[in-house]
């Protein structure tokens, strides 16, 4: 039976939305970030709040030295990970000319090289228990692409085809491995746009509105429970936006 969930990037916003989603339904929460220890622990009190037992593990994930001291800490205090949601990640807006190598590496570690980091400390336990399921956050940006948002298109790509290889590779074990495309999500990442900007981007969407992080906690949760025959799968959660 799985039993425990690592949510990285969980100290606000859509991390802190998934998080919620488990709140109530037994698991073992295990919340990490990179430097937002105070906001994480109001997660894990809203969590604990729910009925769950969770606890912190600060870390930066895009490390992988700091991402296997992490794991051998969720190891000892939970035993291994059963259920990873891949949700840390950054975004650079700006013309692709502009953009520096140095900030160019700084995003593939972290939306990328975070999911690599994880999933090899994770998947050990996962086959060995003949049980998992990972989860990684994706974007709408990674099917379509988006101006001024090429290193993050990329990097969102990549985390799609790499859903849809660890799916057919992990199948055999009992892993399922899936990626939820996130569209605009009211989120922090999003304060930047203007009011006028915010209108603008809510008329492109056929829904009508931004979707929440409770939304995309809820496609998570449903993700985690289901039978295990869905797998390989990049499921768009935008509104019918892209």
Same mark, same amino acid.
């Given at each position: 039976?799985?039993?425990?969930?690592?949510?990285?990037?969980?100290?606000?916003?859509?991390?802190? *939305?998934?998080?919620? &989603?488990?709140?109530?339904?037994?698991?073992?929460?295990?919340?990490?970030?990179?430097?937002?220890?105070?906001?994480?622990?109001?997660?894990?009190? #809203?969590?604990?709040?729910?009925?769950?037992?969770?606890?912190?593990?600060?870390?930066?994930?895009?490390?992988?030295?700091?991402?296997?001291?992490?794991?051998?800490?969720?190891?000892?205090?939970?035993?291994?990970?059963?259920? #990873?949601?891949?949700?840390?990640?950054?975004?650079?807006?700006? #013309?692709? %000319?502009?953009?520096?190598? /140095?900030?160019?590496?700084?995003?593939?570690?972290?939306?990328?090289?975070?999911?690599?980091?994880?999933?090899?400390?994770?998947?050990?336990?996962?086959?060995?228990?003949?049980?998992?399921?990972? $989860?990684?956050?994706?974007?709408?940006?990674?099917?379509?692409?988006?101006?001024?948002?090429?290193?993050? &298109?990329?990097?969102?790509?990549?985390?799609?085809?790499?859903?849809?290889? +660890?799916?057919?590779?992990?199948?055999?074990?009992?892993?399922?491995?899936?990626?939820?495309?996130?569209?605009? $999500?009211?989120?922090?990442?999003?304060?930047?746009?203007?009011?006028?900007?915010?209108?603008? #981007?809510?008329?492109?969407?056929? /829904?009508?509105?931004?979707?929440?992080?409770?939304?995309?906690?809820? +496609?998570?949760?449903?993700?985690? &429970?289901?039978?295990?025959?869905?797998? *390989?799968?990049?499921? %768009?959660?935008?509104?019918?936006?892209?």
């Amino acid at each position: 039976m799985c039993k425990t969930v690592l949510i990285t990037g969980a100290s606000r916003g859509i991390g802190r *939305g998934i998080a919620l &989603s488990f709140a109530k339904e037994g698991w073992q929460v295990a919340l990490n970030c990179r430097q937002n220890v105070k906001q994480l622990n109001e997660t894990k009190a #809203l969590v604990c709040k729910g009925g769950a037992k969770c606890a912190i593990f600060p870390a930066d994930v895009s490390d992988y030295t700091q991402t296997e001291k992490m794991f051998g800490d969720i190891k000892q205090t939970f035993g291994g990970v059963d259920i #990873l949601i891949n949700n840390a990640g950054i975004s650079i807006i700006g #013309l692709f %000319q502009d953009l520096s190598r /140095a900030d160019w590496m700084r995003l593939m570690d972290t939306n990328v090289g975070s999911v690599y980091n994880c999933c090899h400390f994770a998947i050990p336990h996962m086959v060995h228990e003949k049980c998992g399921k990972i $989860i990684n956050i994706s974007s709408v940006w990674g099917i379509a692409g988006a101006s001024c948002e090429a290193a993050y &298109s990329a990097s969102k790509g990549a985390v799609n085809a790499l859903t849809r290889a +660890l799916a057919k590779e992990l199948a055999p074990s009992n892993i399922q491995v899936n990626a939820i495309a996130c569209g605009a $999500i009211d989120t922090d990442m999003n304060a930047f746009l203007s009011e006028d900007e915010r209108a603008s #981007l809510i008329e492109e969407i056929p /829904a009508g509105r931004l979707g929440t992080p409770a939304e995309v906690g809820s +496609l998570v949760q449903s993700l985690c &429970s289901d039978s295990g025959y869905l797998t *390989g799968q990049v499921i %768009q959660l935008d509104g019918g936006w892209i």
